[in-house]
């Protein structure tokens, strides 16, 4: 049974940091993309981070580009997002993904959320 789970959120002051951390069980974690997403109150998820399987190579929406890093360890099977100089519009509901595919399909997973509140 494939698991992504997610921790780290909570309320934080504009300007202030935190960490998430994405755990997967039940995959090859080491094969696998990881992107974080957010989704804020009556707005579609958006991609925030990715993260590949191979080289390490990363990506950022513009939005977020300068305050988060996204990291990976296969050897804990964990992603992370850094978060620094966090603003109220990073208010939103944070969701990890794992994402590979094989000659005969896509393997895409997601985990349950964890809320990011960015508020004086």
């Known amino acids: 049974q494939v698991q992504l789970v997610e921790s780290g959120g909570g309320l934080v002051q504009p300007g202030g940091s935190l960490r998430l951390s994405c755990a997967a069980s039940g995959i090859t974690f080491s094969n696998y993309a990881m992107s974080w997403y957010r989704q804020a109150p009556g707005k579609e998820r958006e991609l925030v981070a990715h993260?590949?399987?191979?080289?390490?190579?990363?990506n950022y929406a513009d939005s977020v580009k300068g305050r988060f890093t996204i990291s990976r360890d296969n050897a804990r099977r964990t992603v992370y997002l850094q978060m620094n100089s966090l603003i109220p519009e990073d208010t939103a509901v944070y969701y990890c993904?794992?994402?590979?595919?094989?000659?005969?399909?896509?393997?895409?997973?997601w985990g349950q959320g964890t809320q990011v509140t960015v508020s004086s």
């Open positions: 993260i590949s399987s191979t080289d390490g190579t990363t």
């Open positions: 993904n794992a994402f590979t595919r094989d000659s005969l399909r896509t393997y895409d997973y």
